[in-house]
C-alpha cells in the first residue's frame, strides 16, 4: 500500500485553539502518519494560536523528517501522545488573510507528495481516516480525488470518542463515478474538509480558484469537466463541527454567489439552461429563509441519521 501523503491545512485569526489543537492531534496520530502535514497560516494569528503552532513546532521538524532526530524516542506531543517519528511539519505564513482559496493554492506548492489529503482546523479525523482512503486508492488507480462521509455534530468535544457521542447527522456523497454524474449538477459531490486528492490532477484544472463560499465545488466542477475521477466512500472518515454552519449559509450575500456559481457551471457547460434555473430557484430560496427553516430543510432533507 501507498503510504507518502501530504495533509494541507489553513488557518486564521478567529479560530479556536483548542479545536485546532485537536484536529491536529487527529491528524498526526493517523494509523497510516502522513509523509508531511503542510499548515498555510492565512494573516497573523493570534497568541494562542501561534502558542498551538509553535508547540508542534517543537516536536515536529520543519525541514527533517523526525526519524533522522536522536530525541525522537523521548519526544512527547502536546496532546500527551508519543511522537510519531517521520512526519515533516511545514509552516507556510502568509503577510495578510487572503481567504481560503488562496491559502490552499500556497500550501499547495508545498506539497511535496503526489497525494494530498485536505483536513479543516476545527474538526476530527478518524484515525484511520487516511488509511482506508490509502487503501481504496491503490485498488483504483484511475481515482482522482476521494472523499468519504461526514458526521455531523456540535458542541465542544475535543476527540473522536467524545463527538462520536454528540453526532446529530451524516453528510453522505454518492460513490460511483455514474452516481456523481447526475449528482453533481445539483449538489456538491465531495466532501471537501475529508478529501484525498491528486494533486497533478487539482493543478491540471487551474488548483483553487476566487469562487466565494464554493472554492472547492468549482474545483470539483472543473476537474469533472476536465475527465477526472471522483469517488467516495460509505466509510465514516471526519468528524465536523458544525457549530453556527446554517447561519453561514444564508442571507442575501450568499444567495448572489449562489447565482454565480450556477452561472459559471453553466459556462462550464456541466449544465444546460433548464437545468440551471429550477435548482438556482430553490437554492437562492431556501438561502433567504429565517435560519431555523433553512436548519430544519438541512436537517431533515439533506442529512441522514441513525
Known amino acids: 500500500m501507498k503510504k507518502e501523503y501530504s495533509v494541507l491545512m489553513s488557518v486564521y485569526q478567529k479560530e479556536n485553539p483548542e479545536y485546532f ?7 498526526f496520530h ?7 502535514v503542510v499548515l498555510v497560516c492565512d494573516g497573523p494569528l493570534t497568541d494562542a494560536l501561534n502558542k498551538v503552532v509553535s508547540e508542534y ?10 526519524s533522522t532526530r536522536t530525541d525522537m524516542n523521548d519526544r512527547v506531543m502536546p496532546d500527551g501522545k508519543r511522537d510519531m517519528p517521520g512526519t515533516v511539519f511545514r509552516i507556510v505564513r502568509l503577510a495578510e488573510n487572503g481567504g481560503l482559496g488562496k491559502a490552499l493554492n500556497e500550501g499547495l506548492r508545498h506539497c511535496s507528495c503526489e497525494w494530498i489529503a485536505r483536513m479543516d482546523t476545527d474538526d476530527l479525523a478518524a484515525p484511520d481516516r487516511c488509511e482506508r ?18 458526521a455531523e455534530f456540535q458542541g465542544d468535544a475535543l ?9 446529530t447527522s451524516y453528510k453522505t456523497v454518492p460513490q460511483t463515478p455514474e452516481e456523481i454524474f447526475r449528482y453533481i449538477k445539483q449538489r456538491n459531490p465531495i466532501n471537501h474538509p475529508c478529501v484525498m486528492f491528486k494533486k497533478s490532477s487539482v493543478e491540471l484544472s487551474g488548483g483553487y480558484q476566487p469562487c466565494p463560499y464554493f472554492e472547492d465545488y468549482d474545483l470539483w466542477v472543473r476537474m469533472y469537466r476536465d475527465h477526472a475521477v471522483l469517488a467516495n466512500l460509505p466509510d465514516t472518515l471526519l468528524y465536523m463541527r458544525v457549530n453556527g454552519m ?26 444546460t439552461f433548464g437545468e ?11 438561502s433567504l429563509m429565517p435560519n431555523g427553516v433553512r436548519k430544519y430543510l438541512y436537517d431533515k432533507k439533506l442529512r441522514k441519521h441513525k
Open 159 to 167: 476527540d473522536v470518542q467524545a463527538a462520536e457521542k454528540v453526532v
Open 133 to 150: 482512503q490509502l487503501r481504496y486508492l491503490e485498488r483504483h488507480p484511475d481515482v482522482d480525488a476521494l472523499s468519504g462521509t461526514i
Open 246 to 271: 446554517y447561519q453561514r449559509r444564508g442571507g442575501i450575500q450568499y444567495a448572489k454567489h449562489i447565482v454565480e456559481f450556477r452561472m459559471k457551471m453553466y459556462r462550464y457547460q456541466v449544465i
Open 57 to 66: 513546532e517543537s516536536c515536529y521538524s520543519k525541514d527533517t523528517p523526525r
Open 30 to 36: 493517523q494509523t497510516v502518519p502522513p509523509t508531511e
Open 21 to 27: 489543537r485537536a484536529a491536529l492531534s487527529s491528524i
Open 276 to 286: 440551471f434555473l429550477p435548482m438556482t430557484v430553490a437554492r437562492v430560496l431556501v
